[in-house]
């Protein structure tokens, strides 16, 4: 091979690579440790978000914005969610929701579009939301459910249920 085509062929190479090496390795958010088989996940605008620890998990719940540094696009308009705080925040369903606007997060749980298919918490089933979805509010995060009769056990015991963010 011809000097000057080796060399283009080997920068070939290392560029078809660099994005391999470029990728981070999957890690908690709080820590930054490498995941371990007791590793558990939390929902952020519909994309996971590792924690290594039992211990981990309780941190992020206290203060999820302090360990989030990016989040994927607003759910609804899908434009950059610019600044992550507790007042941007939304909790469906146990999982979290920021927004790039207040309109966003005010709309999101009256636009069943947005809202596509959520996970019961009670029955684990996954089921399409819409307007007609039972739901519930318990301490300022909200909940939709697959049937009447899942709420109905939700409501007489919410705490085997909820998990709350931002509460210390």
Known sequence: MHRAAAHCFAIGLLALSLPALA???PGCVVDRKPLTKGASEVQVNRKRTALCSAKCATAFRK????YLEKVSDCPVLHNPVAKISADGRLVL???L???CCAGCKDGFLQSPQHLKKLEDVVTQEVFPAGESSPRAEHEGQYYLFATAATKATFEKSPEKYV????KP
């Open 97 to 99: 929701y920021y927004f």
């Open 23 to 25: 990728q981070k390795v």
């Open 93 to 95: 369903n146990n999982q």
């Open 163 to 166: 998990v709350l963010y931002g």
């Open 63 to 66: 203060a999820p914005e302090k």
